[in-house]
DNA sequence: CCGCAAACATGATTTTTGTCATGTTTAATC
DNA sequence: GATTAAACATGACAAAAATCATGTTTGCGG
């Protein structure tokens, strides 16, 4: 199938050895790249419905995007954070599953579309990308757990600032060194740390207030070392 | 080398075919129970410990674990309940990471050792274990994004109704089919929830109350349809 | 540039949940 | 079977967080 737009090719891609597909042979990367289908997704837009069936992968060449989840009550929550590099869809496809969660693009986005027969015929022959497929997994499944505990155990005040460490983490800094390269609303925000979304707002102003963050808008400058303190507890 | 207990093969094993190696070929199963090194735990006995270094995974015969991580606090947070039939210790192995949980046994428990080499060295070879193990890799990080959820959405009475039935999930009813089948303290309850002692205490009083448990010491029998609407937050 | 809706902000109040205190029951050990 | 520590239970209170109400600001489309 032809690609609606082609961002090169994947074996000369910019993430080539920056996603998952690091370790697989060249000669699967090419197949891949066969059948790939590219595509550009706006800032707000869809990439696919929690409940819908997976017909393959996507992979991120550009921009950022939101895996989240609907709660009973229609409430959003974010379960993870996607940047360039990274793949997504594959929970679904592995588990013989419908999505678990919506994708949604943060910023104008391109992805790259590879359908499920050539990627689950890759991952058969290439025990590289086999074992970098459970690694992710495992490392996801940690991450997970990991939040479960904070959310389970740590107040707001502490879950906010080590979700403000995590963007950081994610999506680093801007050229200055101190804004988060993101822009999330207060609500992403909220629905990020698992709170409402006054409470994050309130707190971010006291965060401004303690000189641990500056905050611009959308724009969100943060002082690292300061909030450090803040998720180990330490603030006083 | 020598198996210091002898659960007859793995071939022959009663969770041969229950296991994430029901796919797997008879070549390699035989390779690995010519490894796999078999033990008894006792009740409270610990398995491995969080932050330690794994060197093979473990494969229930017979029994009860708990995983939990030790919150910053010291709280422990049971992130998994395992039995009969299921396999730990695989995360931090495919991550290359330390144990980010300690496994503790809930009751005598028989466990056969499989050394993280032939473990590896099998999942190289044959295709349907690895695929397999994607599989249980992605239901568990699905199972932990839902929790991760709820966790973050609903009030503790929806998650204490949801918890009793997710035991009920694992550990199955005893012969009289209402009494779940494990014996957890009120703390262990607590612990998986992600509440206060007292709060699950109060709580099960409540339950008791209104007709959903009945509570005989550790023996807890469950009345499933009315923990359900529990669940729904339709109880009113 | 204006109008308007969405996002942001903040105070007041209520609800939920955790903590502390205290007593009772249970179960393990000698 | 007495001793004793741990687990269970419950009330009173404090703290945390959500909700509700009400403005203010921001950014977008005409």
Partial sequence: MQSQHDYSTCQSCAQR??????KAREEYVKAINDQKICNTFKKGQLLFNEGAYPFGVYCINEGKIKLSHQGDDGKEQIIR????GDVLG????????RYGASAV?????????????????????DTGLAFEMMK?????????????????????????????????????????????NVRLSREEI??????????????????KKDGMVELDGKKIKILQHKLLLQTANLQD
């Fill in 136 to 180: 992710l997994l495992s490392d996801e499944l940690h991450k997970a757990e990991v939040k479960l505990t904070h959310l389970a155990q740590k107040p707001i005040r502490e879950r906010l600032a080590e979700t403000l460490l995590f963007i950081k983490e994610t999506y680093g800094f801007e050229e200055d060194g101190i804004t988060l």
């Fill in 90 to 97: 594959y929970r679904a496809l592995l588990s013989g599953d």
């Fill in 81 to 84: 954070l996607l940047k360039a």
């Fill in 105 to 125: 693009a943060l910023e104008d986005t391109k992805v790259c579309f590879i359908p499920k027969e050539i990627f689950i015929t890759v991952l058969k022959n």
């Fill in 190 to 207: 909220a629905n990020l740390v698992g709170t409402a979304t006054e409470s994050t707002i309130r707190l971010l102003s006291d965060f």
């Fill in 17 to 22: 050895f920056n996603s998952v597909f690091c």
